[in-house]
T-cell receptor
Framework: AQKVTQTQTSISVMEKTTVTMDCVYE???????LFWYKQTASGEIVFLIR??????ENATVGHYSLNFQKPKSSIGLIITATQIEDSAVYFC?????????????FGSGTQLTVMP | DPKIIQKPKYLVAVTGSEKILICEQY?????MYWYRQSAKKPLEFMFS???????DNQTASSRFQPQSSKKNHLDLQITALKPDDSATYFC????????????FGPGTRLTVL
């Protein structure tokens, strides 16, 4: 069965620092796709970045990057030069390629607070 | 302009009633989805549609019925509402590819009294 786990409930950091949020996943599929989303205080859910399981290179988009450790079934999100507006809940999600299911399986989320 | 529209933004209903949640997307996507988020659980997948056909249903209850009148519409009808149905319902869409990221609408917050 597929499962996504985010153990960090909340993290607080100072503005302009770097933060890493953890995510581990379980899947029997050899091919899968991992995504990070953020949910703002207004409730809006925004897609940030993705990692395809067959790619060895870590994905990077703007000040977001991923630390993909396939042997550990881990996909960490790294935010560099954090800004106040990065304060949000961050969700990790997974979709299996061959299960036939179209669903994203989400973790429980990590609340990030960026302080001035 | 918003790319995914959900109506209404807030909805209050009484137990036993029926409501329809509206979703329209203007991203040119062929696949659409419904998810639910409640205080007790993380984002939970409900349905997926591709080219107006049901592809996946993870909702145990038949009280939840998706309806697709057009390729870019996917409404959600909920009958015999219960207080436990109180949640925010998000519509999402994506390209019709297994690797495609999904984009979410602003949500409809449903409260059942």
């Amino acid at each position: 069965a597929q499962k996504v786990t985010q153990t960090q409930t909340s993290i607080s950091v100072m503005e302009k620092t770097t933060v890493t949020m953890d995510c581990v996943y379980e899947t029997q599929d050899s091919s899968y796709f991992l995504f990070w989303y953020k949910q703002t205080a207004s409730g809006e859910i925004v897609f940030l970045i993705r990692q395809d399981s067959y790619k060895k290179e870590n994905a990077t988009v703007g000040h977001y990057s991923l630390n993909f450790q396939k042997p550990k079934s881990s996909i960490g999100l790294i935010i560099t030069a954090t800004q106040i507006e990065d304060s949000a809940v961050y969700f990790c999600a997974m979709r299996e390629a061959s299960s036939g299911s179209w669903q994203l399986i989400f973790g429980s989320g990590t609340q990030l607070t960026v302080m001035p | 302009d918003p790319k995914i529209i959900q109506k209404p933004k807030y909805l209050v209903a009484v137990t036993g009633s029926e409501k329809i949640l509206i979703c329209e997307q203007y991203l040119g996507h062929n696949a659409m989805y419904w998810y639910r988020q409640s205080a007790k659980k993380p984002l939970e997948f409900m349905f997926s549609y591709s080219y107006q056909k049901l592809m996946d249903n993870q909702t145990a209850s038949s009280r939840f019925q998706p309806q697709s009148s057009k390729k870019n519409h996917l409404d959600l009808q909920i009958t015999a509402l219960k207080p436990d149905d109180s949640a925010t319902y998000f519509c999402a869409s994506s390209q019709d590819r297994v690797y495609a990221e999904q984009f979410f609408g602003p949500g409809t917050r449903l409260t059942v009294l």
